[in-house]
């Protein structure tokens, strides 16, 4: 299995900081990575699919980069809603494990 | 509008069967990978595995291969995750989830994310 490793495991930051979360594989996945976002007691939702590309209907302050083995969440200007537990996903080969999840808190 | 919608929360007790449900409508059932996913209390999130409903394709992570069955029923275009013998340690939250696209060479399949999930099903497995 590849396996997904995610730092940091939290952060708190401020309203209009600009926050990064890194994805590492433990192989090679190309671009095949996902990042999705978990609100505390929804279903989660995908932001960016194969490491850049921006899902229809999410903010532009998300962005994705990336490829091969290391990868970049960013978010350019946090606001309150963005406070959720963010993971990211290979989807190169089966098991399509994620990694641990980032909470983010607010200031 | 793409929906996927499952079924409600269970309450069952260790070495019963259970079979939840994952209903899809908006689109083409038979024509995308559907996922599950774990997420047992307070933990993230974990891939069970992929069924696509067109032949009835799975494949299953390591980790719950033989724990638990995937299937799809095409002509209700419904899936199901279902269990023979719960334990206390399947009490989790299970998600349903599309995957929108592929790119397939040979005989890899390269997927692109899960873009649409259904709410979620609790189950809760206790004497």
């Known amino acids: 299995d590849i396996q997904m490793t995610q730092s940091p495991s939290s952060l708190s930051a401020s309203v209009g900081d600009r926050v990064t979360i890194t994805c590492r594989a433990s192989?090679?996945?190309?671009?095949?990575l996902n990042w999705y976002q978990q609100k505390p007691g929804k279903a989660p939702k995908l932001l960016i699919y194969?490491?850049?590309s921006l899902q229809s209907g999410v903010p532009s302050r998300f962005s994705g980069s990336g490829s091969e083995t290391d990868f970049t969440l960013t978010i350019s200007s946090l606001q309150a809603e963005d406070l959720a537990t963010y993971y990211c996903?290979?989807?190169?080969?089966?098991?399509?494990?994620f990694g641990q999840g980032t909470k983010v808190e607010i200031k | 509008e793409v929906q996927l919608v499952q079924s409600g929360a269970e309450v069952k007790e260790p070495g019963e069967s259970l079979k939840i449900s994952c209903k899809v409508s908006?689109?083409?059932?038979?024509?995308?990978?559907i996922a599950w996913v774990r997420q047992m209390p307070g933990k993230g999130l974990e891939w069970m595995g992929i069924?696509?409903?067109?032949?009835?394709?799975?494949r299953y992570s390591p980790s719950f291969q033989g724990q638990v069955t995937m299937s799809a029923d095409k002509s209700i275009s419904t899936a199901y995750l279902q269990w023979s013998r719960l334990k206390a340690s399947d009490t989790a939250k299970y998600y349903c989830?599309?995957?929108?696209?592929?790119?397939?060479?040979?005989?890899?399949?390269?997927?692109?994310?899960?873009?649409?999930w259904g709410q979620g099903t609790t189950v809760t497995v206790s004497s």
């Open positions: 192989q090679s996945i190309s671009t095949y």
């Open positions: 908006g689109y083409s059932f038979s024509g995308y990978w």
């Open positions: 996903q290979q989807s190169y080969s089966t098991p399509h494990t």
């Open positions: 069924i696509y409903p067109g032949d009835s394709d799975t």
């Open positions: 989830a599309r995957y929108g696209d592929y790119l397939r060479r040979g005989n890899n399949y390269y997927f692109y994310g899960m873009d649409v």
């Open positions: 194969v490491a850049s």
